[in-house]
């Protein structure tokens, strides 16, 4: 099992930034990879960054290349999403999601089912 807890959410105006934070513990030598979602009222939760846990690889939606920089702390088991130049539509709730094994084909990390665990979310609202 792996528990994953996020925080750094808050309000914040467009054009300014924020920095999450995802704490994981329990088996965490077992993870493979970790990501960011997330999901705005009414829509489905969607792919925002993934990065291998032992380095290596980050992946990124189209829509926030160049704004967010995700970054691990192995040592303190530590998952952040560093993101810039916020607008109102980044307003949503923000997953931390935790994946054990490697998968193949196109996007495969980009898929909220590739991934094992979640945190429980953190608000991220943009007032423009």
């Known amino acids: 099992q792996v528990q994953l807890v996020e925080s750094g959410g808050g309000l914040v105006r467009a054009g300014g930034s924020l920095r999450l934070s995802c704490a994981a513990s329990g088996r965490t030598f077992s993870i493979y990879g970790m990501g960011w979602f997330r999901q705005a009222p009414g829509k489905e939760r969607e792919f925002v960054a993934t990065s291998r846990w032992s380095g290596g690889w980050t992946y990124y939606a189209d829509f926030v290349k160049g704004r967010f920089t995700i970054s691990r702390d192995n040592a303190k088991t530590t998952v952040y999403l560093q993101m810039n130049s916020l607008k109102p539509e980044d307003t949503a709730v923000y997953y931390c999601?935790?994946?054990?094994?490697?998968?193949?084909?196109?996007?495969?990390?980009?898929?909220?089912?590739?991934?094992?665990?979640w945190g429980q979310g953190t608000q991220v609202t943009v007032n423009s």
């Open positions: 999601a935790a994946t054990m094994d490697y998968c193949s084909g196109s996007g495969c990390y980009e898929k909220r089912d590739s991934y094992d665990y």
